[in-house]
C-alpha cells in the first residue's frame, strides 16, 4: 500500500507549494517510496485531528502515522534502513542545522520578499486565515511586508553564501551525491517557485544550477511541479 | 614528539584571536593531542613558505604540514581515527555547510561589528597591512564599517537563529557531545571575544550558555584565552 501524504494545496489543487511538504516528497522519491498525495488546506486543521496536530506533512505509512518533515525523514530512514539512506548514520545533528538555517533564515528570507503572492493562489475562503496570521507575524499587511523587493533581493542572495560555499567544494550538498540536506533547501525553493514570478536568483548563481540539477532528479519531480 | 601549530597572535603575543586558529585548537584537544604554539603575525607570510600558502593555521605533525583550519580537522580524523571522531563518519558533507555559514555568515556579521577592534591589538608594524586589506574589501575605512553597532547589532543576533533551533533540540551542535560542529562556531565566537569588548551576545541568549559551555571543556581551554 503507497504511503499517504498530505500536501498544502493552493486553489488550484495541483498546485502544491509548501516548503516542508516538498522536502518529504524528495524523501520518499529518494527512498524510493510510492506515495499518493492528497490536497489539504490552511484552514483544514480537523482533518488533520488524527495526527496530533494541525500542520502538513502529515504521512500514514499503514499504521504509523508521522508529522513534520524533519520527523518525517527520521522516521524513513528508520523505517527503511535497507533503502538509500536520508541522513548520514551518525549525521543527523548536522544536518539539523541545515534544517534550521533553512526555515529560519532561508525561508524567512524568502517569505520577506514573496508572502503576498502566497495569499493570491489560496481559495478565497483561506485567504482571510493566511492574510491574518502572517500579518500579526510580520506586524504589517503582507503588501507592505514585500515592497520594495527589487532592492531587497541583493541582500537576501547574499544570505545564500553559505550554499554556494559548500556548492563549489562538492556537487551537492550531501556530498558526491544527494540526500537530505539537499532536498531541505530544494524545498524551501519550490515554495517561491510554485507560487510567485519574482525572479529569486540570478540566472548566473551556482545555487540556480544546483537546484535545476535537484528538480531534474526523480525523472523530474522537481521540475513537474506546477507553477502559477 | 607535540604537534606545532602557528597561531595569529597580537601585539601582546598572548592574545590568540584567529578564529580559524581556534577550530584547531580545539580540534587538537577533541583528540587529545599536545600542541606546541608558534606565534604568528599577520605580515610574516615568508616563516609559512614552508606551508606552500601563507595564513594560519598551519600545523607540523612530524613530517606532515597541513594548513586550513577544515583540512586540519579532516586530516585528524584520518591520522588519528582511534580517538574521538571530529567529524561523523560519513557526515563530512553537513559540516561543511556550518562551516561556510560560520566562515560567510557569522564572521561577516563580526568583521562588521568588531574590525576596528582587530587593528586596536595588532603590533604597528602590522597595522597597515591589516587596515590596507580589510578597507579594499569593504570599501570603506575601519571605522566606518563598525559605526552604528549598537544599534545593528540586533540584526546580527538574529542570523544566530539557526544556531538556537538547533541548540532548542539537542545540548551541543554535534548532537549529544560536542563535536567539530561546536568547535567551528566556537573558535568563530572567540575572534571577538578575545580582541572587543563589544557586547555581541545577550545576557539571556542561548547561544551565550552553549558557548559559556564550550569554553569550560578541555579543563577551560576557551574560557582561559586571554582577551583585551
Known sequence: MPITMYDLAAADPDIRFSPYC???????????????????????????????????????????????????????????????????QGGSAHALFLNAWADLTLQAGIARLIVADVWLVLRPEDQPYFRASREKLFRKTLEEVVAGREERVVDFRRTLAPLRGVLARQPWLGGEAPDYADYIVLGSLQWPRCVSRFALLEDNDPVREWRDRGYALFDGLGAAARTV
Chains 1, 2 share one sequence.
Open 22 to 88: 516538498w522536502r518529504t516528497r524528495f524523501a520518499l522519491a529518494h527512498k524510493g517510496l510510492p506515495v499518493e498525495t492528497v490536497p489539504w488546506r490552511f484552514t483544514e486543521t480537523e482533518r488533520l485531528a488524527f495526527s496530533g496536530q494541525g500542520r502538513v506533512p502529515v504521512i500514514v505509512d499503514g499504521d504509523t502515522v508521522v508529522s513534520d518533515s524533519w520527523e518525517i525523514a527520521v522516521y524513513l530512514d528508520r523505517a527503511y534502513p535497507d533503502r538509500p539512506r536520508l541522513i548520514p
